[in-house]
């Protein structure tokens, strides 16, 4: 089946997002996040949209919402930007159809796992960061 489904692989690549291929020989961009590959304490979430991966993970790969923030070129962004305190995890493979996501305020991000509340905010030079990338950022409600 051209362009089907199937297990397309993850990660990787520019801005965190693996490529695919379409049948053509043509490269796809995948249209998820990484998912987890463990969920024990080493699992951290983004302070911006809130995606939920290893600490290793943003490390090799970045944010795949935040590429701006290039968590997977400067390590010391992932301690920065991302936390182990937060409550709840969400999947979600359809943002833009999932009322939940919606409600969460998630729905324009890519499918993948996201927390349902961080209580920190993001630092405030990566407040910077996303207002000179003309990126919103929303601190979390106190």
């Given at each position: 089946?051209?362009?089907?489904?199937?297990?397309?692989?993850?990660?990787?690549?520019e801005y965190g997002r693996g490529g695919r291929d379409d049948g053509d020989g043509d490269r796809m961009m995948s249209?998820?996040?990484?998912?987890?590959?463990?969920?024990?304490?080493?699992?951290?979430?983004?302070?911006r949209c809130r995606l939920v991966k290893t600490y290793d993970q943003f490390r090799e790969s970045g944010c795949e919402?935040?590429?701006?923030?290039?968590?997977?070129?400067?390590?010391?962004?992932?301690?920065?930007?991302?936390?182990?305190?937060?409550?709840?995890?969400?999947?979600?493979?359809?943002?833009?159809?999932?009322?939940?996501?919606?409600?969460?305020?998630?729905?324009?991000?890519?499918?993948?796992?996201?927390?349902?509340?961080?209580?920190?905010?993001?630092?405030?030079?990566?407040?910077?960061?996303?207002?000179?990338?003309?990126?919103?950022?929303?601190?979390?409600?106190?």
């Amino acid at each position: 089946m051209k362009g089907g489904g199937g297990s397309g692989r993850r990660g990787g690549g520019e801005y965190g997002r693996g490529g695919r291929d379409d049948g053509d020989g043509d490269r796809m961009m995948s249209q998820f996040a990484q998912i987890p590959t463990s969920f024990g304490h080493e699992l951290r979430a983004c302070l911006r949209c809130r995606l939920v991966k290893t600490y290793d993970q943003f490390r090799e790969s970045g944010c795949e919402n935040c590429p701006f923030l290039e968590m997977d070129k400067e390590h010391d962004n992932v301690a920065n930007c991302t936390t182990p305190n937060f409550t709840g995890i969400i999947s979600v493979t359809d943002p833009s159809r999932s009322w939940a996501a919606r409600w969460l305020r998630i729905g324009r991000f890519i499918p993948g796992c996201y927390t349902l509340a961080v209580s920190e905010e993001l630092p405030e030079e990566y407040q910077t960061v996303c207002a000179d990338n003309n990126v919103q950022y929303v601190p979390p409600k106190r």
